[in-house]
């Protein structure tokens, strides 16, 4: 079967650093991608990654090890507008095939 | 930019009527997909399609049909809508490349009373 797990929430204050993790367990593997959704909003594309390693894209970044099953999020420099939730997705087989997602991690940011 | 349109942010319908979720994008992609969101489970698979009169099932496709006529339109029908069909459904679209975003519709929000 296919499986992504993902915490369900988190809580972080402004200015700090939060990391948000993703196991997966799939038939296959073709790339795994990060979206953040706002409240009664679509999901948006923040990041994606196919081969080992991170990848940094401004506050965010997102690092996967295909060995271990497994990805994060970083997120630096918490802002207010990053509660959202966040959604772990894997392409299981060729390029053009449909995403699996996990159930979201909702992370919400005070001052 | 590209626009994935969604012909309906809130929608009400009765319990087995036909009900008709349409969803346009304006970029020339040919895969199109249907999820639907329910709190505690996250995005589920419908159906998807990678060309015209092409379609797939995806994880939970019983209860609904498709209907892909032209590039730019997937059509999501529920047959005889049911109250455990009340949810959230979101349309996407992407062009069939290594790193394709999936580009989203705004989501029909469908309750069946």
């Known amino acids: 079967g296919q499986n992504i797990d993902q915490p369900t929430e988190m809580t972080a204050t402004e200015g700090a650093i939060v990391q948000i993790n993703c196991t997966y367990q799939?038939?296959?593997?073709?790339?795994l991608f990060w979206y953040q959704q706002h409240a009664g909003e679509a999901p948006t594309f923040l990041s994606y990654?196919?081969?080992?390693g991170l990848e940094e894209k401004g506050r965010f970044s997102s690092f996967l090890s295909r060995s271990k099953g497994y990805s994060y999020l970083l997120l630096k420099e918490l802002q207010m507008k990053d509660s959202a939730s966040y959604l772990c997705a894997v392409r299981a087989n060729q390029a053009g095939t449909a995403l699996i997602f996990g159930k979201g991690t909702t992370l919400s940011v005070s001052s | 930019d590209v626009k994935v349109t969604q012909s309906s942010r809130y929608l009400v319908k009765r319990t087995g009527e036909k009900v008709f979720l349409e969803c346009v994008q304006d970029?020339?992609?040919?895969?199109m997909f249907w999820y639907r969101q329910d709190p505690g489970l996250g995005l589920r698979l419908i159906y998807f399609?990678?060309?015209?009169?092409?379609?797939e099932k995806g994880d939970i496709p019983e209860g609904y049909s498709v209907s892909r006529e032209k590039k730019e339109r997937f059509s999501l029908i529920l047959e005889s809508a049911s109250t455990n069909q009340t949810s959230m459904y979101l349309c996407?679209?992407?062009?069939?490349?290594?790193?394709?975003?999936?580009?989203f519709g705004s989501g029909t929000q469908l309750s069946v009373l």
């Open positions: 996407a679209s992407s062009f069939p490349n290594g790193d394709e975003k999936l580009f």
């Open positions: 399609s990678y060309d015209v009169k092409m379609k």
């Open positions: 990654n196919v081969l080992d």
């Open positions: 799939t038939s296959g593997f073709n790339g």
């Open positions: 970029m020339d992609h040919e895969n």
